[in-house]
């Protein structure tokens, strides 16, 4: 007498197309609550807007491009190489961020100026409006991370005299 043979697929593994979808939302979710659990508010806002600078200069890159605009093209895209630099050293609360971060404000700064000297381009007013949001969320971010910094360095002080950190 022959046994029946049965498949046992594990719990994991989504069956059907849907199953997939609900499993691949479920670990987006969770990602996004272990995200804004783990990463300060100011550092999030200042993510969200260095993301979206970055996106409107490579945009602005594209348009100046095709008009043969070449000065306002390479600016546009040094910003937005250095909004994603940024952006990276955020995330991932590198101790690079601060002093990059700094000079990333600086560097809009100027960019700013240049990027004014195009004001009368629709293209560019975007970039414009973008650019001094980021110079609040950075400056922003920049003073929590500080802050979270040097609440680690104590923590960690305080762990290697024997003592507990103070929450």
């Not at 990602?31 to 807007?49: K, T």
């Not at 601060?98 to 975007?126: H, K, N």
């Not at 003073?143 to 960690?156: D, E, L, S, Y």
Request: aromatic residues 4%; proline residues 4%.
């Amino acid at each position: 007498m022959q046994q029946p043979q049965t498949q046992v697929q594990p719990a994991y593994q989504a069956q059907t197309q849907r199953g997939q979808a609900v499993q691949q939302s479920q670990v987006g979710q969770f990602v996004g609550q272990r995200y804004q659990q783990s990463v300060p508010q100011e550092v999030q806002q200042a993510v969200s807007d260095l993301e979206r600078f970055e996106s409107v200069c490579e945009w602005l890159t594209s348009r100046a491009t095709e008009k043969g605009m070449v000065r306002l093209a390479n600016r546009s895209d040094d910003l937005a190489e250095i909004a994603h630099l940024e952006k990276k050293l955020l995330l991932r609360q590198s101790p690079f961020a601060q002093p990059i971060g700094q000079a990333t404000q600086q560097t809009i700064q100027q960019g700013i100026q240049e990027l004014q000297q195009y004001a009368s381009e629709p293209d560019v007013q975007e970039s414009l409006t973008h650019a001094q949001q980021v110079l609040q969320s950075v400056g922003q971010a920049l003073n929590r991370v500080q802050t979270f910094g040097q609440q680690g360095a104590q923590q960690g002080q305080q762990i290697q005299q024997g003592q507990q950190p103070q929450q």
